[in-house]
């Protein structure tokens, strides 16, 4: 590490962030320096310097983390430390950008309407709200006028400031500004906190930041709508005006992301999901979908190319029953931690639950034999119904059901194979994520304060899957302290077409479930030991995924996988026999096709297969039935003329195949 003394001189460079905000300088004489590590790297500097101020401070930066808290760039460094930036491109800088953009708004409102009070104004992972009272409701029209106001907030580039208040001090301030729900939080808040307000220009708010340093960095920004919400989400409250916006550093950020928003509204899964003939839900059963014949089909590939890879991979499926009494839940800890999210039954006087995860009925089946170490791995696969309740205002198409099913494992190894059976699930994980062409990344969530379980365990089981994450050279941050009490855990987040990203693989240590199951097995040397869990899972909900891959192609699914690859099209009833003759061939190489017998002139049918985004048309009229050929047209390039069937046919079987399988 470089050791570097650093005065506070120099020019940071130049970028369209950066503003005329102040560098402070400071004469300081060596003795009253403290050591900070910045980035990584180890300087010395005068006590109460802004981060903004240091030498290392990159360009971007619009917060930072000192000793992990995160601070204003302006708050003063007056201890020794280790302090790392944040840029928008981390979430919490994100969050901190979109927070002040917030109180840009509510000042906008404020300067516009005088009488308005402030609620609270978060950000969101795509935006920022502020909650505000005012004696008539906003209307989405009167957004313009706001956003004109934000605007020139911006090109005052007023200074944000911190000011830290005494409980009594921060009464007396906000109650002579007339701000009932600020007064509110105020009293609420615990005798010892650390009161906090943020000045910009005339406004102020009360808030535990951090912040921007300057409004004029918030450059871009839209207010997209408004709504109605109660105070503190009560219906006896008073009902506050929700104003919605996003913002950004630079405009064209901005631009994208609604270019984005409008490409998602066109794949979005459940609108594809009606035109394509895939799937549809039913008030009947709500958070259930129905799968219509194509969208089956789809399901069953993406089950089945899961199916072949597991199996190839040493995992044995099973099936396990999915209505159990209660007693099960009540040891798998089911019944304490995840009762609401469970559907339950009261029959013949006993209570059952239907269940919402495999891994209890794994355990049984485990437990049901005496275990030797030549049993593990015991890998247990299974894809059958799993339920659980959501409420019905978060149910969201395929994305939030009631009823799904799961790639599911649970893998029973021993302490000491953890390591080299991660790095297979890994291996596995990149298998499926690759054959969608979805990046995608990984955070680690190590042990958290409550842990259960043997200390010396959890350290050798958390430093092996660091190791396992270093060599496999994926993209992953670590989140401590964030598993859960059972186990240290991977969460995967792919990364779709539209560089949106989802958690689907979780993959979780689980080092008491075996203890509440009893679970054990003799070791090479005759001692009865405690497996393992690997709980795994690499698509997750094969609904959702299913949700997310409809809207990654945009409907449009490779070969491999779409519902129907072949659609055989002759020009008029004079080839019914051919193509019937065509499709016989197919099927007999399980290639999924249908024909188009309809009585419509031949552009229209090859419209009608464009817009169902068939893979591969053949077109088939009097001269291909008498050359033997068949007219190939794809749904990517368009025509590709006359090939003789049915030698094509051997090309069309090799291109289906499941990629990396
Ligand atoms: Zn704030
Ligand atoms: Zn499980």
Known sequence: MAVIATGLEGQKGGSGLRHRLQRVGTAVTMSQRIALTVQGAVMEVSPGIRPYDLELTPAHAVACKVDGEVVDLTRPLERAGAVDFLTFDDDEGKRVFRHS??????????????????????????????DIWLPEPLQESDLE????????????????????????????????????????????????????????????????????????????????????????????????????????????????????????????????????????????????????????????????????????????????????????????????????????????????????????????????????????????????????????????GLFRVRGFHQDDAHLFVGEEQIGAEMKRVLELVDIVYRAFGMRYDVVFSTRPEDFLGDLSLWQQAESELESVLQRSGLKYRVNPGDGAFYGPKLDFHVIDALDRRWQCATVQLDFQLPVQFDLSYTDQEGKVRRPVIIHRAIMGSIER?????????????????????????????????????????????????????????????????????????????????????????????????PRAWPDYLQELVSSAQAPLT
């Not at 490779?558 to 009833?573: F, G, K, N, S, Y």
């Open 101 to 130: 953009s917030a109180h840009l708004l509510a000042q906008a409102v404020k300067r516009l309407w005088p009488q308005a009070r402030l609620g609270t104004g978060p950000a969101l992972a795509e935006g920022f709200y502020y």
């Open 145 to 396: 006028q706001i956003e004109r106001a934000m605007a020139e907030i911006v090109a005052e580039d007023l200074v944000i400031e911190r000011v830290e208040l005494e409980r009594e001090q921060a009464l007396a301030l906000f109650a002579e500004r007339d701000e009932p729900f600020k007064l509110e939080i105020i009293r609420r808040l615990p005798e010892a906190a650390v009161i906090s307000a943020y000045r910009q220009g005339d406004f102020i708010d009360l808030c535990t930041g951090p912040h921007l340093p300057s409004t004029g960095w918030i450059k871009s920004f839209r207010l997209t709508n408004v709504s109605g919400a109660y105070w503190r989400g009560e219906e006896t409250n008073p009902m506050m005006t929700r104003i919605y916006g996003t913002s950004f550093p630079e405009p064209a950020q901005l631009q994208q992301f609604f270019e984005r928003q409008e490409a998602a509204k066109r794949r979005d899964h459940r609108k594809l999901g009606r035109e394509l003939d895939l799937v549809s839900f039913f008030d009947d059963a709500p958070g259930f979908p129905f799968w219509h014949p194509k969208g089956q089909q789809l399901y069953r590939v993406l089950e089945g190319f899961s199916r072949d890879l597991q199996q190839q991979n040493g995992y044995q499926e099973v099936s396990t029953p999915w209505i159990y009494r209660v007693g099960l839940w009540q040891r798998s800890g089911h019944w304490d931690h995840y009762r609401d999210n469970m559907f339950v039954i009261d029959r013949d006087d006993q209570l059952m639950g239907l269940k919402p995860m495999n891994c209890p009925g794994h355990c049984l089946l485990f437990g049901a034999k005496t275990r030797s170490y030549r049993d593990l791995p015991l890998r247990l696969a299974e894809y059958s119904p799993l339920s659980r309740y959501e409420r019905s205002g978060t149910l969201h």
């Open 545 to 641: 995924f299913l949700g997310i891959l409809i809207e990654h192609y945009a409907g449009a699914f490779p070969l491999w996988l779409a519902p129907e690859q072949v659609r055989v099209i002759p020009i008029t009833d004079g080839q019914a026999g051919y193509a019937a003759a065509v499709q016989g061939a197919l099927r007999e190489r399980g290639m999924r096709s249908a024909i188009d017998a309809s009585n419509q002139k031949l552009g229209y049918k090859v419209r009608a297969a464009q817009l169902a985004k068939v893979p591969v048309m053949l077109v088939v009229g009097a001269r291909d039935e008498a050359q033997g050929t068949v007219s190939v047209r794809s749904r990517e390039v368009g025509d590709l003329g």
